[in-house]
């Protein structure tokens, strides 16, 4: 029987929101932002269709999420230190 694949790496705030019981929604209406935002936010690291959110973004993030976020999380390079 094939092993399941490995899980894509995805930034920290798709765990934050798992972690919480969150929803996309849930995020985009905390962060005035649509839900779409937050899905791309999520998207794997080595999905094409993932953004990194800007300054003013980021800001409410980390504040919404009391620092547990923060702009290095969405650089996958981030991981790389931690492992």
Known sequence: MPSAPNPKPR?????????RRLTYRDA???LDVSYETIRRLCLP???P????PK????????????????????????????A
């Open 28 to 30: 985009a209406e905390a």
């Open 55 to 82: 300054p003013p973004l980021m800001a409410r993030i980390q504040a919404w999420t009391s620092g547990e976020v923060l702009p290095q999380h969405f650089y996958e390079t981030a991981l790389a230190a931690v």
């Open 11 to 19: 930034p920290k705030l798709a765990q934050f929101l798992f972690d």
């Open 49 to 52: 269709a993932r953004r990194v």
């Open 45 to 47: 690291f080595v999905d």
